[in-house]
C-alpha cells in the first residue's frame, strides 16, 4: 500500500492559490473583457490566401479607401501567405454582399482567393449570445441534479464548485490570451463542464467506497487515503485526453484553434481541480462520516430485512 | 482456450457491424449509406434568411385590391377611389346606392379572411388578423418552396432548404466552387421575380417628370423606373394581373437574335389579359418585374391566347436565372440574409487534411502510451478503442450524419476520453492484483468496481454534450453528435469489449508473468 499523501493538512494553501486564481480570472473577465468574435458580436470575417506571401499592408490601404471598413481589422491568419479581414458590418442583400466589395477592393493587391466568407448578424448574434449563457446554465443544473442523485449532496456541491472553478480560470486564460470567443469557444466550454467533472467523480467515487471501507473516524485522512490510491489514474486519464487534445492543438488547424487551445487549459486546470479543490470543498461543507454510515447501515439493514421478508413469503412462512 | 464468451460475440459483432457499415463512407462509393461531409469540410454556402412579412401582407392587400376592381368591371358596379391604405387596407367608395347590397354580398362570396366595414357610400376592406398570420406563415412556406424550386433548377448538387425556427429559412448549396458563382446564387435566391402587367396612366403620363411620388400616390398611380433608360412611367397602382397567373417562362430570341422571355398565362389570366387589351387598344402597358419596366409597348389590338415576352438587353446567362426564377415563382416577400457562411474548396480539403492529421497522431499517441504502459491490457484497450473508431463511423454512416470540422474534433477527443474507462479499469486490476488477489478476481472485481464511476463520468460528459446538440448550431451540432456516439459506443467497447477479451484470454494468463499481461514490473513488489 502506498503512503497516503497529506493533502488534507495542505488544503488551506491550495484553497488560497485556487480562490486566487479564480479571482484574477474573474477580474480579467470584468475589467478586459471576452473578445467576442463574429459569431456572438455580429459582422463579417474574410479569410484570403494570397500565393506567396500576403500583401498585408497593401490589403489595409486597399480596404481603407471605402470609409465603412476604416475600422477593419487585418491580421495574418496561421501563415504568411493567408489573412483574415474582420468589421463589425454585416450585410442584409443578398447581392453584392460584403465579401464581394472586399474582392472588389482587393483586386489589385496580387493573386488570391476568398477562402471562407462569415457573416452574423446583429439580430443573430445576440440570440446566439443568449442561447449560449442558456446552454452553460442548463449543463450545470443537468449535472447538478444528476450529482445529487447519484451521491449526497454536499458531493453535488462540491463538484459544481470545482466546475464553476475550471470554467471560470478557462474563461480567464481564454481573456489574458485574447482568444476569439466564438460558438467554437463555448463548446469547448461547455465540454469542459462536462469532462472536468470526470476525474471529480473517480475521485468521488473512491472516497465514498473509502468511507465504507477504511475504518477511520475523520474524513481528512479517508481523503488523503483515497486521492493517493486514484491519483495514477486521475493523471493517466486526463493525460490520455490532453495527448489528443494537444496534437488537435498543433495539427488541427488554424480554425479550430481557439476550440482546443480552450480545452487545453480545462483539461488542466480540471484534473487540478479534482485532486485539490473538489474533496477540500467536501470537507468545508462538514460532511459528516459517521452520519453517512449510520444512514448507509441502515439502507443496508433495511434491504436485509427486505429480503428476509420476501425470503420468508417465497417459502411460504408468511 | 476457454470457448467464446457473449461479451467477446458482442464485441465481435460490433466490430463487423462497424466495419462493414463504414466502409462506404471510408471508400466514398456510390453505394450504400454515407457520412456526409459539412459545408466546411467540403466547401460550400450557408445561410439563415429572415423574411420581410410586412412586405407579404402588403402584396396580399394589394391582390385583394386587384381583384375588387376585377369583380367591380365585371358586376358593372360603379365605384371611385379604389385604393390601399397602410399596406393593410383596401378603400373604395360606391356612387350608387342601389349597388350596396350586390357588391357586398359579392364581396363576401368572392374574397376569404376580410372584414368589410362601411360608412355611408364608403368601404374599408381589412383582413382578418387570423387571415394576416395565415399569410405571413404562406410567405414563408412560399419562399421555402420557391428557393428550394429555383436551386434545383439551376443545377445544383442536393441543396437544403428549410424552415427554421418560426421565421427563419436556413439554405445551404454545397459544392460551389467560386465566389463569382456563388453571388449568382445568391442573386438567384434572392430574386423577387414578382411580374406585374401595369397599365400606364396616359390621362397624366405627360406630367410624370416634374410628378412626385405622394402625387402619383394621391391619384392611386406610382412612378417606376426602366431598367436600362431608367425613364419614369406613371402606372395605375394596381396591377391588370400578376405572375401568379404565369404558367411557364422560357428563353427564346427576338428577331435580332437577343434573348428574352417568353411566358404563358393560365386561362384566367389570359382572359383578364384579352378583356383589358381589348379596352385599351392604343394605350400602353408595362411589363414590370421587381418594380422595374422592362417595356411598355403600344397595344394595337386585342391580345389573346396569353402569351408575352420580356425583352431588356438581357445577358444570356441572366434570362436564364431570371426565366428559372419566374417559373418556380414569385418570393411574396424579400428575404435578407441574417447569416452566412461559405468555405472556398480548397479551404475545406486542407481542413479535412489537418484534422485527419490529428486525429492519426492523437491516435497513435494514445496507442503507443496505452502499448507501453500496460503492455497486453494496453493492447486489450487498443482493439477496443479501433472498434470504437469503426462504430462510430458506422452509426453515422447510417443516419446519414453529417461529419463537421468540429465534428472531427469530437472523434479526436473520442479516442482520448473512451481510453479513460479502461485506465481506469487496469488500474483498478492492478491495484487488487498489489493487494494479491487472483487474476480472475482482480479482474472481475475491477470491473465491478470502476464501472459506475465509469458510468457517472460519462453520463456528465453526455449531458453537457446533449445541451450542446440542443442548443448548438450549425457545425457546432456536429462536435456534440460525434461526441454522444463516441462515449456510448466506447460504454460497449471499452466496458464489454474488453472484460470479454480478459475473459476470454484468463486460461492463458498467470501470475508469473503480469508484466507481460498487465505491464507490472516485478520490482514494484506484488505479492
Do not use: C
Request: glycine share 8%; charged share 20%.
Amino acid at each position: 500500500m502506498k503512503k497516503p499523501l497529506s493533502l488534507m493538512s495542505q488544503s488551506k494553501r491550495f484553497g488560497m492559490l485556487s480562490i486566487t486564481v479564480v479571482l484574477i480570472s474573474l477580474i480579467l473577465i470584468f475589467t478586459k473583457g471576452f473578445n467576442y468574435g463574429i459569431d456572438f458580436a455580429g459582422g463579417t470575417l474574410v479569410q484570403v490566401k494570397y500565393e506567396g506571401k500576403a500583401p498585408i499592408d497593401k490589403v489595409r490601404k486597399a480596404i481603407s479607401v471605402d470609409k465603412n471598413y476604416e475600422s477593419a481589422s487585418v491580421t495574418y491568419f496561421g501563415s504568411d501567405e493567408e489573412i483574415v479581414i474582420r468589421t463589425k458590418m454585416s450585410s442584409k442583400a443578398l447581392g453584392e454582399d460584403i465579401s464581394d466589395k472586399m474582392t472588389h477592393l482587393l483586386q489589385d493587391t496580387g493573386k488570391f482567393e476568398v477562402r471562407r466568407v462569415d457573416m452574423v448578424g446583429a439580430k443573430v448574434g445576440s440570440e446566439l449570445r443568449e442561447k449560449g449563457l442558456m446552454s452553460m446554465f442548463l449543463a450545470i443544473l443537468g449535472i447538478l441534479i444528476y450529482v445529487s442523485f447519484r451521491f449526497e449532496w454536499r458531493f453535488a456541491v462540491a463538484s459544481v464548485m470545482a466546475l464553476v472553478h475550471d470554467v471560470t480560470i478557462a474563461m480567464g486564460a481564454v481573456v489574458l490570451f485574447g482568444i476569439e470567443v466564438n460558438l467554437d469557444t463555448l463548446a469547448a466550454l461547455l465540454t469542459i463542464l462536462g469532462y472536468s467533472l470526470n476525474d471529480t467523480i473517480i475521485v468521488f467515487d473512491r472516497i465514498r467506497e473509502g468511507i465504507r471501507m477504511i475504518k477511520k473516524p475523520d474524513l481528512a485522512s479517508i481523503i488523503d487515503e483515497s486521492v493517493t490510491q486514484t491519483l495514477s489514474r486521475t493523471t493517466l486519464t486526463s493525460l490520455t485526453t490532453f495527448f489528443v487534445v494537444l496534437t488537435l492543438f498543433l495539427f488541427g488547424g488554424e480554425i479550430i484553434r481557439g476550440f482546443s487551445f480552450t480545452l487545453l487549459v480545462g483539461i488542466i486546470v480540471g484534473t487540478y481541480s479534482s485532486i485539490f479543490v473538489a474533496s477540500p470543498v467536501l470537507m468545508w461543507l462538514g460532511f459528516d462520516v459517521s452520519n453517512f454510515r449510520e444512514k448507509e447501515a441502515e439502507k443496508l439493514k433495511r434491504e436485509k430485512e427486505k429480503e428476509k421478508m420476501r425470503a420468508m413469503y417465497e417459502s411460504g412462512t408468511l | 482456450m476457454k470457448t467464446l464468451n457473449f461479451r467477446v460475440i458482442l464485441f465481435i459483432f460490433a466490430l463487423i457491424f462497424g466495419v462493414v457499415f463504414s466502409i462506404p463512407s471510408l471508400t466514398q462509393s456510390e453505394s450504400g449509406k454515407k457520412i456526409t461531409l459539412g459545408l466546411d469540410l467540403q466547401g460550400g454556402l450557408h445561410m439563415l434568411l429572415g423574411i420581410k412579412s410586412d412586405v407579404a401582407i402588403e402584396s396580399r392587400t394589394k391582390s385583394i385590391a386587384a381583384s375588387v376592381k376585377y369583380l367591380f368591371d365585371d358586376e358593372e358596379i360603379i365605384f371611385d377611389d379604389l385604393r390601399m391604405v397602410d399596406g393593410e387596407k383596401v378603400t373604395f367608395e360606391l356612387l350608387d346606392q342601389d349597388d350596396v347590397a350586390k357588391a357586398t354580398a359579392l364581396l363576401k362570396k368572392e374574397i376569404d379572411g376580410t372584414v368589410l366595414t362601411q360608412n355611408g357610400l364608403k368601404f374599408t376592406l381589412q383582413m382578418t388578423p387570423e387571415e394576416m398570420q395565415r399569410t405571413e406563415q404562406n410567405a414563408i412556406k412560399q419562399a421555402v418552396d420557391t428557393i428550394r424550386n429555383r436551386l434545383n433548377e439551376f443545377g445544383l448538387a442536393e441543396p437544403t432548404v428549410a424552415k427554421q425556427g418560426e421565421d427563419k429559412i436556413l439554405v445551404e448549396v454545397p459544392g460551389i466552387k467560386t465566389q463569382a458563382d456563388e453571388q449568382r446564387i445568391r442573386e438567384l435566391i434572392a430574386r423577387a421575380a414578382h411580374l406585374q402587367l401595369m397599365a400606364v396612366d396616359e390621362d397624366r403620363a405627360a406630367r410624370v417628370s416634374t410628378m412626385s411620388a405622394a402625387e402619383a400616390k394621391s391619384y392611386g398611380d406610382v412612378i417606376l423606373e426602366d431598367v436600362n433608360t431608367r425613364e419614369k412611367y406613371l402606372l395605375h397602382q394596381i396591377p391588370v394581373l400578376d405572375g401568379s397567373m404565369l404558367t411557364d417562362a422560357k428563353v427564346g430570341f427576338d428577331k435580332n437574335n437577343q434573348p428574352v422571355i417568353n411566358f404563358s398565362l393560365n386561362g384566367q389570366g389570359a382572359k383578364i389579359f384579352g378583356d383589358f387589351t381589348a379596352k385599351a387598344v392604343g394605350k400602353r402597358m408595362a411589363v414590370v418585374l421587381d418594380n422595374k419596366v422592362y417595356s411598355a409597348p403600344v397595344i394595337r389590338e386585342r391580345i389573346g391566347g396569353g402569351h408575352v415576352q420580356i425583352s431588356g438587353n438581357f445577358k444570356l446567362e441572366e434570362a436564364h436565372d431570371l426565366a428559372i426564377a419566374l417559373r418556380s415563382g414569385a418570393l411574396l416577400a424579400p428575404v435578407f440574409v441574417m447569416e452566412k457562411r461559405s468555405v472556398g474548396p480548397s479551404l475545406g480539403a486542407d481542413s479535412i487534411k489537418a484534422s485527419s492529421m490529428a486525429l492519426a497522431l492523437g491516435f497513435i499517441l494514445v496507442i503507443l502510451f496505452m502499448l507501453l504502459y500496460y503492455s497486453m491490457a494496453g493492447v486489450i484497450a487498443n482493439v477496443a478503442l479501433i472498434g470504437n473508431l469503426f462504430l462510430i463511423l458506422a452509426i453515422m454512416s447510417l443516419f446519414g450524419a453529417t461529419l463537421t470540422l468540429p465534428g472531427m474534433a469530437g472523434i479526436v477527443l473520442t479516442v482520448g476520453m473512451a481510453v479513460d474507462a479502461n485506465v481506469i479499469i487496469n488500474e483498478r486490476i492492478r491495484e487488487l492484483l498489489h493487494e494479491g488477489k487472483s487474476i480472475p478476481k482482480a479482474i472481475e472485481d475491477g470491473y465491478d468496481n470502476a464501472f459506475t464511476a465509469i458510468l457517472d463520468a460519462n453520463v456528465t460528459t453526455l449531458i453537457a454534450a446533449v445541451v450542446l446538440y440542443a442548443y448548438g448550431t450549425g457545425a457546432i451540432k456536429g462536435f456534440a453528435l460525434t461526441m454522444s456516439i463516441g462515449i456510448l459506443a466506447s460504454m460497449l467497447t471499452a466496458i464489454v469489449g474488453t472484460h470479454g477479451i480478459y475473459q476470454w484470454l484468463m486460461p492463458k494468463m498467470n501470475r508469473k508473468r503480469l508484466n507481460f499481461w498487465f505491464g507490472i514490473k516485478s520490482e514494484e513488489g506484488v505479492k
